[in-house]
């Protein structure tokens, strides 16, 4: 029997040694697509006297390079995101005792190592699995749009990874994907503009945003050396950069952020996600902090309904003080 598009899955394992794959330990509510490759056969024309095109060919390196997509991002899928992107040393803490509230705290460094972790990705259908190992992500994309039709919100995750090979594999059997699932809703967005890393969270921009696409270029990147293995060896981490797109109302708001890009002005920025109550602890959360600057703004940039929206373009960069970037996540899972 052909495999069937309804038992398409993805799993995941944190590893406790990056590049040694893992058993899963969670199914992942990512979108199915197509395994990826891991290998490109060369065409090699050699002057054998032969009028064939291609008489040999060669392969000289393993690499995966793929997106894992949450077309409905949950905040629970958050931690192992970021795990191994930007923090290797996150862990949860219990915000309230005895409620289940865990707030893992995503801090990474400028000037030190980061140490991401790594993951084993199973994926395949009810014919064939194959897993890859040594996943780590070096671009991840939230993005959302308030809907004005009174129907879905959606935030979208696109998750861009790298590991080291393809292998058939069978699956991790009996997972499931996170108790008591909490979807990101980003008609719960909420945007907080203020002067100083200091104050950050204090001003709420109500009445302005329409939507926004949070970008982490991680400098995460596989380095190839002279090994037995065809598959990389090690990574690396290079430049880290934070864009944030927002859609805004083309009001007096969005007016006076049009200022602040013609004048150069740096800014502490909040974008806030929050979701239901935990027990009767914390809601679950995925809040970000930067600090930066506009970048650009366009007035009139599109319009919905007749209303005029500006585009804005905010860009991290550190305050005097170092201060340039931190995430707050709280879900109801202390695991991975």
């Known amino acids: 029997m052909a495999g069937e598009r309804a038992l398409t899955k993805f799993q995941w394992g944190?590893?406790?040694?990056?590049?040694?794959?893992?058993?899963?330990?969670?199914?992942?509510?990512?979108?199915?697509?197509?395994?990826?490759?891991d290998r490109v056969w060369e065409q090699v024309r050699l002057a054998t006297g032969q009028r064939a095109a291609v008489n040999a060919k060669r392969n000289d390196e393993l690499l995966v390079k793929d997106t894992l997509t949450f077309d409905n991002a949950y905040f629970q899928a958050l931690p192992g995101l970021f795990q191994c992107a930007l923090d290797g040393a996150i862990s949860p803490a219990e915000v309230n005792v005895g409620q289940g509230d865990y707030k893992w705290d995503v801090a990474p460094s400028l000037t030190a190592a980061n140490a991401p972790k790594s993951l084993t990705i199973e994926m395949g259908d009810d014919t064939q699995g194959y897993e890859v190992e040594f996943c780590?992500?070096?671009?991840?994309?939230?993005?959302?749009?308030?809907?004005?039709?009174?129907?879905a919100s959606p935030v979208k995750i696109d998750a861009d990874y790298y590991g080291r090979q393809v292998t058939p594999t069978t699956f991790t059997n009996s997972l499931a994907l996170p108790t008591g699932l909490e979807f990101i809703n980003a008609k719960l967005a909420r945007l907080y503009l203020d002067t100083s890393w200091a104050g950050i969270g204090g001003t709420e921009k109500t009445g302005l945003l329409r939507g926004f696409s949070l970008e982490f270029l991680t400098g995460l990147h596989p380095k190839f050396m002279g090994s037995a293995n065809k598959y990389f060896t090690t990574y690396g981490e290079g430049d880290l950069a934070v864009m944030l797109t927002l859609t805004l109302e083309g009001n007096s708001d969005a007016d006076a952020i049009f200022d602040l890009y013609q004048a150069g002005t740096e800014r502490a920025l909040r974008l806030d996600m929050l979701g239901s109550q935990i027990g009767s602890g914390g809601v679950?959360?995925?809040?970000?902090?930067?600090y930066g600057y506009f970048e650009q703004?366009?007035?009139?940039?599109?319009?919905?309904?007749?209303n005029n929206l500006h585009q804005a373009l905010f860009v991290m960069m550190p305050d005097s003080s170092g201060n340039f970037l931190d995430i707050d996540i709280i879900t109801n899972d202390d695991e991975i």
């Open 284 to 290: 679950y959360t995925f809040r970000t902090d930067l």
């Open 297 to 306: 703004v366009v007035p009139l940039n599109n319009e919905v309904n007749g």
């Open 136 to 151: 780590q992500f070096s671009r991840l994309m939230f993005s959302g749009e308030m809907g004005q039709d009174g129907g």
């Open 14 to 37: 944190l590893e406790s040694t990056r590049g040694t794959a893992v058993a899963a330990t969670r199914k992942v509510g990512a979108a199915p697509k197509a395994i990826p490759a």
